[in-house]
């Protein structure tokens, strides 16, 4: 065997030859690996200072800053020279992503927010998108795979729009966020509904009731839940806006863009989604990172053609 460092700096071993006792799949749709996460982050939460110090930030080796405050107890050095550049290969890789899925419409990167405030950023643009009374409708909107809730948190607090999660795992919000929540008029904190959003989520008549009512399908990088709410979403007849992120191309090795691409990349995957109706339409956010947004009014035709589903399209062009 031969101990080497990983990218993220912790020790690990090298060995020439592995045998597989027992081969197990890699991933089953009905019960997908979510106990391990949970599992591995509370082993994280655990770990000896020593052991955590040891390993390099991930932000330190992709940006180079230095995390604020005393939050981060990971390693903010490089032990040599070849650590340094491992993450200088990294960088330099990610910068030549980034500039391969820019798009024209995408705004220069000193006005863009950081990507903290993305969902804040996504709120403001859904009610200026489809208007607060049409999110407001129904039973509100539906925040898939949104974890924490901080989309509907944002919606509540700024909008007051009401919003229900859709999460396997529902992370709770922060005790700053769980005390703002009380203090204006959301004691209970906002509906959470632990279920995976698929082709079998309106199979009990609670989540089907749930899903006729709601006004609008949304997503903030929903990971695997991308296309399952583009889909829902057409089928159910019912706008959405989801802002993909991660393509999992392995576990979908079928999706093919309009040209016969295999979706590979993110710029890819959102041809891929927009390419499911022709009233689909893709925007920009102005935030740092994966910010491009594929939205459906729910209309059949283009929404960037009919003036009353797009507020952004009925606003007065100067002469």
């Given at each position: 065997?031969?101990?080497?460092?990983?990218?993220?700096?912790?020790?690990?071993?090298r060995c020439?030859?592995?045998?597989?006792?027992?081969?197990t799949p890699?991933?089953?749709?009905?019960?997908?690996?979510?106990?391990?996460?949970?599992?591995?982050?509370?082993?994280?939460?655990?770990?000896?200072?020593?052991?955590?110090?040891?390993?390099?930030?991930?932000?330190?080796?992709?940006?180079?800053?230095?995390?604020?405050?005393?939050?981060?107890?990971?390693?903010?050095?490089?032990?040599?020279?070849?650590?340094?550049?491992?993450?200088?290969?990294?960088?330099?890789?990610?910068?030549?992503?980034?500039?391969?899925?820019?798009?024209?419409?995408?705004?220069?990167?000193?006005?863009?927010?950081?990507?903290?405030?993305?969902?804040?950023?996504?709120?403001?643009?859904?009610?200026?998108?489809?208007?607060?009374?049409?999110?407001?409708?129904?039973?509100?909107?539906?925040?898939?795979?949104?974890g924490k809730?901080?989309?509907?948190?944002?919606?509540?607090?700024?909008?007051?729009?009401?919003?229900?999660?859709?999460?396997?795992?529902?992370?709770?919000?922060?005790?700053?966020?769980?005390?703002?929540?009380?203090?204006?008029?959301?004691?209970?904190?906002?509906?959470?509904?632990?279920?995976?959003?698929?082709?079998?989520?309106?199979?009990?008549?609670?989540?089907?009731?749930?899903?006729?009512?709601?006004?609008?399908?949304?997503?903030?990088?929903?990971?695997?839940?991308?296309?399952?709410?583009?889909?829902?979403?057409?089928?159910?007849?019912?706008?959405?806006?989801?802002?993909?992120?991660?393509?999992?191309?392995?576990?979908?090795?079928?999706?093919?863009?309009?040209?016969?691409?295999?979706?590979?990349?993110?710029?890819?995957?959102?041809?891929?989604?927009?390419?499911?109706?022709?009233?689909?339409?893709?925007?920009?956010?102005?935030?740092?990172?994966?910010?491009?947004?594929?939205?459906?009014?729910?209309?059949?035709?283009?929404?960037?053609?009919?003036?009353?589903?797009?507020?952004?399209?009925?606003?007065?062009?100067?002469?």
């Amino acid at each position: 065997m031969e101990s080497a460092l990983s990218k993220h700096g912790a020790r690990v071993m090298r060995c020439e030859h592995v045998t597989i006792l027992e081969e197990t799949p890699r991933w089953d749709p009905a019960r997908p690996a979510i106990e391990s996460i949970v599992t591995t982050s509370r082993r994280r939460r655990h770990r000896p200072e020593a052991e955590l110090a040891s390993l390099l930030c991930r932000k330190f080796q992709m940006s180079g800053e230095v995390c604020e405050g005393t939050r981060c107890r990971n390693r903010h050095h490089f032990i040599d020279d070849e650590e340094e550049a491992q993450a200088t290969r990294l960088r330099e890789r990610r910068q030549q992503v980034l500039s391969q899925e820019a798009h024209p419409d995408d705004v220069a990167a000193h006005e863009k927010v950081d990507k903290k405030l993305r969902d804040r950023t996504f709120v403001e643009w859904l009610v200026g998108t489809f208007g607060r009374e049409r999110l407001n409708s129904g039973t509100g909107v539906l925040d898939i795979a949104g974890g924490k809730g901080a989309l509907g948190y944002e919606l509540w607090m700024n909008h007051r729009i009401r919003c229900t999660l859709v999460d396997p795992v529902p992370r709770q919000l922060s005790k700053h966020c769980r005390k703002m929540l009380r203090k204006n008029d959301a004691a209970e904190g906002l509906p959470v509904v632990a279920a995976m959003f698929d082709e079998h989520f309106a199979d009990e008549p609670g989540r089907k009731a749930l899903l006729e009512g709601a006004s609008v399908l949304v997503g903030m990088h929903p990971d695997q839940a991308t296309e399952a709410i583009v889909q829902g979403a057409l089928d159910a007849g019912k706008p959405f806006a989801v802002v993909p992120c991660c393509v999992f191309h392995t576990l979908a090795p079928h999706r093919r863009t309009p040209r016969g691409e295999p979706v590979l990349s993110t710029a890819q995957f959102i041809e891929y989604l927009a390419a499911k109706s022709p009233a689909c339409c893709t925007a920009s956010l102005q935030f740092a990172g994966r910010n491009r947004v594929v939205y459906h009014s729910g209309a059949k035709e283009n929404p960037c053609e009919v003036q009353w589903q797009c507020q952004q399209c009925v606003i007065p062009q100067a002469p």
